[in-house]
């Protein structure tokens, strides 16, 4: 089951800039507020960027930078609303919170010089990280999309389209806003208990959502909810590892078998795009089974064509 599709009921329950302009301005040192905040660490050359999910911090990549930090510089983001850092109260215009982070993350990429960066995402994240891949392809490296699609809305009916799903966005939008961060981590709390096994990380996993602003998190599920990636990921050039949490499934071959072809089918149309179901896993694949997450990422890495 999908992020949004759990964490709807739970919170019923409770009651563009182009990035080529972008871009230039950051390079000139104009004074612009990105839509995410970064921290590098990490000793290698190869530039590695980590996109968490929707009111998570970077440090939910924790296991993943000790791994790669001896070969990569990792970039780790944490988007603009979420776990304490601040919301962009300006959108230029564009009211879609995920297209400025999309932008001001091309824009980062070549404002610093990342030579085909390899992009990591986690659920929205993932979609982020696709989304990038696919509008800039010859400036991305190796992709790797943990538990998110183009369209997640669509993996449990495939005929879903995103008109279909506005007016349930908007609803959800709208209940979000009215929020306040101790009803977000309430309702974050519950959707969590069906997405990561440690109580001690559904415990650390609220704190940041009720760090996070309501309004950002509603807009950010919205947008998510709305934007149908699947008619464009088809340009993406780099290799593409998708890795579906399949824990919640995992007593039924067939349940596990229909989950990895619904993944398939949207990314079908990435010339090089492998898919696998970490069936040790719930939605969380990093913090429930990193072992399994570090091996496949090594594997997908040692075979890209970067």
Do not use: C
């Not at 949004?4 to 000139?28: F, K, Y």
């Not at 947008?223 to 990636?229: F, I, K, R």
């Not at 997450?293 to 997908?300: R, V």
């Amino acid at each position: 089951m999908t992020f949004v599709s759990r964490l709807l009921p739970a919170a019923l329950a409770i009651v563009t800039a182009s990035a080529s302009v972008r871009a230039a301005e950051l390079s000139a040192g104009a004074d612009i507020k990105r839509a995410f905040s970064v921290k590098v660490v990490g000793a290698g050359q190869r530039p590695m960027i980590l996109i968490p999910g929707l009111v998570s911090a970077g440090d939910v990549w924790e296991s993943v930078v000790a791994h790669y930090a001896g070969s990569y510089r990792t970039h780790i983001l944490t988007l603009a609303g979420f776990a304490g850092v601040p919301p962009i109260a300006d959108l230029d215009g564009n009211p879609s919170l995920l297209s400025r982070v999309r932008d001001d993350l091309i824009a980062y990429i070549h404002a610093e010089r990342l030579e085909k960066p390899v992009l990591v995402g986690h659920s929205l994240g993932a979609t982020l990280a696709m989304w990038v891949a696919s509008v800039e392809p010859g400036s991305i490296g190796p992709v790797v999309a943990i538990d998110g699609a183009p369209f997640a809305t669509a993996l449990m009916n495939p005929s879903t389209a995103a008109t279909d799903m506005t007016a349930q966005a908007a609803r959800l939008r709208s209940l979000y806003r009215s929020l306040s961060p101790d009803q977000l981590e309430m309702q974050t709390r519950l959707a969590l208990q069906a997405m990561v096994t440690d109580p001690a990380e559904v415990a650390r996993l609220a704190e940041w959502a009720k760090r996070s602003d309501p309004a950002s998190a509603g807009q950010a599920l919205y947008d998510l909810m709305t934007t149908d990636l699947r008619p464009t990921v088809g340009r993406i050039e780099s290799d593409l590892l998708v890795v579906a949490a399949g824990k919640a499934f995992a007593a039924n071959a067939n349940a596990v078998d229909a989950v990895k072809r619904a993944y398939e089918a949207q990314v079908s149309g990435v010339p090089r795009h492998t898919v696998i179901v970490a069936e040790r896993a719930l939605h969380f694949v990093m913090l429930d089974d990193p072992g399994f997450l570090l091996s496949a990422m090594d594997a997908f890495f040692s075979g890209s064509s970067r």
